[in-house]
């Protein structure tokens, strides 16, 4: 079988750490016998923006809905189009319609990235974030009243639906399940936030009943997150709601070290649509255009791809070949202490695959 | 001037650490001729509950609201009464009743306890958290629909009024601008939560053309997280919303080493109510009743609650004592890796009072 991927670089960084994923795809493609089809796509970036008004064609879904999975580098370029315009024009358009409900982020600290974490080692730290992506505090519904005057007011709500909720636990669960440690974590508030949250746990608790197996625990989402800090050797699997579950797959990276090597995966696990997978960092215009960016991001991403799509040999190879580029301290970029640069650091983790 | 004090110790850990605080409240007093009245009160606690069905007495305004401060342990029991009732029958009542609208706490490295972040040194790590403490994402307002069936909802708002957003980021500006640094960093999510955040935003903004001597940024709150790891040095005053500023300020005491020795204050700036200083940390039932409970958190929160009496000298004399015993290393209690319990590190921290 040939999988057809469709490529969507973005913006910023996303253009320049994009084609060392694909660089490091094709090795293990190569290897393993996998075929891999890509197709180029220009939108979800400023230019395109400047230059059609809208960040996407209208035509989107046509042209990647039927692509076995989309390779995403990264979009958002604040100085040129407003966050809602770019963002709420792609990136949050797919999570919502292919919904991607699951966004998920291994954290895990890996050989020779030195963590910020006094005295932890590899091994030490090593769970996966499993973030709900299409509802919960990113919702659409509110607005303002009085403008402009003393009793202006704002609200937003936070919707949380029994299909959307248990259908995000039920993959948590199941993810435990497959693990060792068969532990599952999940993320609350429901001592201060009184009604979305005492609701969340209570989903939690109807499903842990449908996985005996699966210990599992519940931490209201301020302590949850010194818990990363101060014993983030307790962690297998962290579920959470998709603020929650933002911020703790932003702050489980950083406890590894970098936010420059972390992937993601937006996942749509019935297959009914793509999944998009993308490096958690952004667009970066600070350094962008200087070929310094971390390509790992990216690259562990194209891994996480191979595994959704059924390749898990070719994944693994990915992976490893990650972990020796890594161990090995020489071909590394400058957010990690080395001096390779993004291109160079792309074919030393190609040239591993094995 | 004598201040009247309404001590209410609560439950767990809180009856273990006031005497502490006391203790120590009362040498500093001595010392630097500051006369305090304690009055006693056993409600907030689930043995008031058991014994009246409430939290807390039906005049419990008339009986602590003329007070000049509210010095508090802590309270919540989750095996015993829900948290809802607990917390929402106390420590969340008083914020809201007596507008606490400001919810401070300190971050700071101290002499002598490691930090959890590799290669940090007191001095590093010194800036405040000031959190909205009485709107924004703790609201009561939203509800259930369709229960029990597939088509089941939660909705829960945020709320942020004018009003309420302008007064904590006027404290938090004026905060900012009586420090060396003059910084200020604002917590947001405005490119995810669309509407409540970036009115927070616009806000920070109208905000800041006031205060021309403060520097400012904003951070989204995934990435902040992942700062105060990576770069806690780049921190003077951080402020965020309700549930922002929850989580910054338990993760910022984690990465100071630990969570039980960070005191609060819940301000009500105007003085038209009492304000309420207490630890950090909770009732803690795990491990209340054994007298091991590090009392340095309600100690300190006794040192902000004379700064806040405007006793800076008294307060600053308590301060300089935990710092000098924490340094000394020899009378600490468990969780910092020392053998003392929580009577004999409250009485080091009393004789060290200068
Ligand atoms: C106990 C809980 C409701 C409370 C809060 O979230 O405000 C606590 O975490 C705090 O920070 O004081
Ligand atoms: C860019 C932003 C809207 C996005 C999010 O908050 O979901 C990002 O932080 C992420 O985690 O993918």
Request: proline content about 6%.
């Amino acid at each position: 079988k040939q999988y057809r991927i469709a490529v969507i670089p973005g913006d910023g960084i996303g253009k320049e750490v994009m084609p060392e994923g694909l660089r490091v795809l094709e090795a293990a493609a190569k290897k393993h016998g996998v075929s891999l089809h890509f197709d180029h796509f220009d939108f979800s970036s400023w230019e395109y923006y400047e230059k059609h008004g809208q960040m996407m064609p209208d035509d989107w879904k046509e042209k990647i809905g039927k692509h076995d999975a989309i390779y995403f580098g990264a979009v958002g370029w604040p100085a040129k189009i407003p966050d809602h315009v770019s963002l709420w024009g792609s990136l949050i358009k797919f999570r919502r319609e292919f919904d991607q409900y699951v966004n998920l982020r291994p954290v895990r600290l890996m050989p020779g990235v030195p963590s910020p974490l006094a005295g932890r080692k590899p091994g030490d730290i090593d769970f996966w974030v499993v973030r709900e992506n299409t509802e919960g505090e990113y919702s659409s519904v509110g607005g303002r009243m009085f403008p402009d005057t003393d009793r202006e007011f704002v609200t937003q709500q936070t919707v949380m639906t029994r299909v959307g909720v248990d259908r995000i636990l039920k993959f948590a669960f199941e993810l435990a399940q497959s693990r060792p440690k068969k532990h599952l974590t999940s993320a609350t508030k429901s001592n201060g936030i009184s009604i979305t949250m005492p609701y969340w746990d209570e989903r939690v608790e109807a499903m842990a009943k449908k996985f005996p197996g699966v210990k599992w625990d519940k931490y209201h989402i301020d302590i949850l997150t010194a818990n990363f800090v101060l014993h983030p050797d307790w962690f297998d699997v962290v579920v959470g709601s998709n603020l929650f579950g933002d911020i703790l797959s932003d702050l489980g990276p950083a406890c590894t070290g970098t936010i420059g090597i972390a992937p993601s995966g937006n996942i749509n696990p019935e297959g009914d649509f793509p999944s998009v997978f993308e490096p958690v960092h952004g667009s970066a215009p600070d350094i962008a255009g200087q070929g310094i960016a971390n390509p790992i991001g990216a690259i562990w991403s194209g891994a996480m791809m191979l595994e959704h799509l059924g390749e898990k040999v070719a994944g693994k190879s990915i992976v490893d070949a990650i972990e020796r580029t890594l161990a090995e301290r020489t071909l590394r970029t400058k957010d990690l202490g080395g001096n390779a640069d993004t291109t160079a650091c792309g074919k030393a983790v190609a040239d591993m695959v094995d």
